[in-house]
């Protein structure tokens, strides 16, 4: 079965310290894509960054980034001088081609300390 | 201006009781879900639509219907609740382009507690 694997419960960083939250998935798919979401205290789920399975460049938004590593099927998400409104769960996601749906990991609590 | 709209935000019921949820998108997305979120946190899929069309239907109770009237709205009923039901709801819509589904726009979900 497809599947989002997201090892980290959860952690603490220090405020304007880079971090690194990981995410493998499995497919057999080749067509994909691999999203983020951030979910803060207040609950509503916000869009971070999304890669496609033929993208040669690693995603990029702001202080976010996507290191895609494809042959170790692995999407983790880097956060640049993390910031203390950066303290919310993160989800990693994927939408494969065989499945008209999106499966969410189970997220990591990140914690950033001042 | 909200571009995916959940009603209600809050919804507190007893055991036995229906209640409905409603959902509306104004992005003219082609589909939309619903979505379970547990007190771990962890997120399942429990409803799609295509264009009014029921394309996912995961292992869900039958107490709990969906219904889309149209493309942009997709409601979501309960019947008889029970306490196993208190969650966070979410509706989410996507494009679908050339038969891929493309990133969620979520609404602000429903944080349903049945007593």
């Known amino acids: 079965a497809q599947k989002i694997t997201q090892t980290q419960p959860g952690m603490f960083v220090q405020e304007k310290e880079a971090v690194t939250l990981d995410c493998t998935y499995d497919?057999?798919?080749?067509?994909?894509?691999l999203f983020w979401y951030k979910q803060p205290s207040s609950g509503e789920m916000i869009f971070l960054i999304y890669q496609g399975s033929y993208d040669e460049q690693n995603a990029t938004e702001g202080r976010y980034s996507l290191n895609f590593q494809k042959a170790r099927k692995s999407a983790n998400l880097v956060i640049s001088a993390s910031q203390l409104g950066d303290s919310a769960m993160y989800f990693c996601a994927s939408r494969y081609s065989s499945a008209s749906k999106i499966i969410f990991g189970s997220g990591t609590r990140l914690s950033i300390r001042p | 201006d909200t571009a995916v709209s959940q009603t209600p935000k809050y919804l507190v019921t007893q055991m036995g009781n229906d209640k409905s949820i409603k959902c509306e998108q104004n992005l003219g997305h082609d589909t939309m879900y619903w979505y379970k979120q547990d007190s771990k946190k962890f997120l399942k899929i429990m409803f799609s639509y295509n264009n009014k069309e029921l394309i996912i239907n995961e292992t869900v109770p039958n107490r709990f219907s969906p219904k889309s009237p149209d493309k942009a709205h997709l409601n979501l009923h309960i019947n008889s609740l029970e306490l196993g039901d208190s969650a966070v709801y979410f509706c989410a819509s996507s494009p679908q382009v050339r038969g891929q589904t493309y990133g969620y726009t979520f609404g602000s979900g429903t944080r349903l507690t049945v007593v």
């Open positions: 497919t057999s798919d080749q067509s994909y894509g």
